[in-house]
């Protein structure tokens, strides 16, 4: 005996705006995804504690590995968004910039933003960067430094030694080693640690007296937190970001990310 099914039509088109809905909402509200690249100065400036003679990111080995990871990460990741280590007031003339590369009317700068940025913002079809530097709120290190020199030799001690450790371990890394080697290294667990280490070594200084130590610790944090705050309000549901930056700051902002309930941090490992 053949069995009759009764279709309600009405119940059906219920059911399809229903799994649209619910799909739609699922989207939005999945958490932003970000992922923090950190890199070297290409062009560097030499202002950082930690000294090293860069490696010459124009030559043809470079070169090519720059390409290839703007289009790797373009095609595996899909960034809606590229952040860059800049100041707001430098966006629209660096968006200026990046609009005259997208029709071959600039050459890139030495520059991480231009060399790195730029590729991967071109090769994921973006119109515009972002800049989410701060630099109203400084690292005060002058008065830590004085005061730990003074007061505080066995501090120091342990300070200049691990800067020179750093100093000598980079410096090797850019005489010998790929600018692949080079990035995945700074984007290592144990590289970013040692780099908030040394501002938890510096942090102990003026204990119980000037707190000269905490206070700029807590400067340095302090400025990494605008920064923060900038990637927020870009980084919102369904987004996936590309950020930019020195490991000073990605290694903080890595750690905030790991907090975050409304983003996902992505590792820049699984491409470099």
């Known amino acids: 005996m053949k069995r009759i099914v009764y279709i309600d039509k009405n119940k059906i088109g ?11 909402i699922s989207f939005a ?26 490696l010459d990111v124009t030559d043809e080995e470079s070169q090519t590995y720059l ?18 280590e800049c100041r707001k007031e430098q966006q629209a003339s660096l968006n200026e910039s990046y609009r005259n590369y997208l029709t ?8 991480e933003n231009q060399q790195l940025g730029f590729r991967i913002a071109k090769q994921s079809g973006l119109k515009h960067i972002i800049c989410y530097d701060e630099q109203e709120v400084h690292w005060q290190s002058s008065s ?10 066995v501090i120091a001690q342990k300070v200049n030694k691990q800067i020179e450790e750093m100093s000598r371990e980079s410096n090797q890394l850019h005489q010998t080693e790929s600018l692949k080697t080079i990035l995945r290294f700074n ?32 400067s340095w944090w ?4 605008r920064m923060y705050a900038n990637l927020q309000q870009q980084a919102k549901a369904g987004q996936r970001i590309v950020l930019i930056g020195g490991t000073g700051h990605t290694a903080i902002i890595k750690d905030l990310l790991q907090i975050d309930s409304e983003r996902t941090l992505v590792n820049p490992l699984d491409y470099l």
């Open 14 to 24: 219920v059911l399809a705006w229903l799994t649209i809905v619910f799909s739609s």
């Open 29 to 54: 509200s999945s958490p932003a995804q970000v992922m923090p690249i950190s890199v070297f100065h290409f062009a560097n400036p030499g202002l950082d504690k930690v000294k090293t003679e860069v």
């Open 67 to 84: 390409i290839g990871l703007s289009k790797e990460i373009a095609k595996g990741y899909k960034p809606t968004k590229v952040l860059l």
């Open 104 to 111: 071959n009317q600039h050459q890139l700068s030495i520059n």
């Open 144 to 153: 830590v430094f004085e005061e730990m020199s003074k007061h505080a030799p």
């Open 187 to 218: 984007n290592t667990v144990d590289t970013e640690r040692k780099n908030k280490a040394l501002y938890l070594l510096l942090n102990e200084v003026g204990a119980f007296g000037s707190y000269s130590g905490a206070d700029s610790t807590a």
């Open 222 to 225: 302090h400025r990494n937190f």
